[in-house]
Nanobody, 115 residues
Framework: QVQLVESGGGSVQPAGSLRLSCAAS????????MGWYRQAPGKQRELVAS???????LYADSVKGRFTISRDNAKNTMYLQMNSLQPEDTAVYSC?????????WGQGTQVTVSS
């Protein structure tokens, strides 16, 4: 069982930055894949970024060059640095961890980008 707790969401103006954190209740060094999804009102859930235990990363085209995913195994925490935020980035962001086959989810954190 893996418990995940997100933090760092909030409101920001366009072109601003936020850093989301996802703290795990277990060591993440051996967790195969971790990542972030987001869901905006009326839209399908979208995979934003993922990172493997070896540090390989994947990004949605919509966030490439603006968002950076990372993980700190010593702190059992994954991060999503979000720069140049735009109103279309407004959504609930949820982190996940997939040690093998089962996905564990955090509770989600709201990110609102508005002037």
């Amino acid at each position: 069982q893996v418990q995940l707790v997100e933090s760092g969401g909030g409101s920001v103006q366009p072109a601003g930055s936020l850093r989301l954190s996802c703290a795990a209740s277990v060591s993440i060094s051996s967790i195969n894949t971790m990542g972030w999804y987001r869901q905006a009102p009326g839209k399908q859930r979208e995979l934003v970024a993922s990172i493997s235990s070896g540090g390989n990363t994947l990004y949605a085209d919509s966030v490439k060059g603006r968002f950076t995913i990372s993980r700190d195994n010593a702190k059992n925490t994954m991060y999503l640095q979000m720069n140049s935020l735009q109103p279309e980035d407004t959504a609930v962001y949820s982190c996940y961890a997939r040690p093998v086959l089962v996905k564990y989810w955090g509770q989600g954190t709201q990110v609102t980008v508005s002037s």
